[in-house]
């Protein structure tokens, strides 16, 4: 589409690549360290990886659409880290759909708190800024139990 479009005389448009490799690199870090980072000894570090004002959503049991702020969020996590012997995540089937400076990334999750397993779908929007790549919206759901 990007060919068709910069195709077209008198637009002016010029072709850039999506993402280069290093950006690619950063990228991949950025999804690598929201695993790595999800530990009680790291979590002050895990919540820089999201922008300020990104958004995290989860559908309720009641129907509901549960919105957190950054802040919200975080605090939460340390709440259940407090509470927990050993809390884990790791991400499968994972797929990432490119586009200039912004990618959408889809995962199954499996979330391990005191070795009891529950497993979800994970979607992370993220945007590569003047200070690199930030998650800025987070949207999960549980699998029915």
């Known amino acids: 589409m990007a060919l068709l479009i910069a195709s ?14 290093e950006s690619r690199a950063a990228m991949g ?14 979590l002050a570090r895990w919540k820089e990886l999201f922008h300020p004002s990104a958004v995290i959503m989860f559908p309720s049991d009641d129907g509901a659409i ?18 927990r ?4 995540e790791r991400l499968e089937n994972v797929q990432i759909a490119e586009g ?7 995962a199954d999750f ?9 497993r979800g779908k994970l979607g992370l929007h993220l945007v590569e800024g003047n200070d ?9 759901s549980y699998d029915k139990p």
Request: net charge negative.
């Open 100 to 106: 200039r400076r912004m990618s959408r990334v889809l």
């Open 29 to 42: 870090k950025l999804l690598k360290d929201y695993i790595g980072l999800y530990s009680k000894e790291s």
């Open 85 to 88: 012997t050993s809390v884990s």
């Open 8 to 21: 077209i005389p008198g637009l002016g448009l010029a072709v850039e690549e999506l993402n280069s490799s």
């Open 132 to 140: 690199g790549w930030e998650i800025v919206g987070v949207v999960f």
């Open 110 to 118: 499996v979330f391990i708190a005191d070795d009891v397993e529950k």
């Open 66 to 83: 549960t919105v957190r702020s950054v802040e919200e969020f975080y605090q939460r996590q340390q709440n259940f880290f407090a509470q």
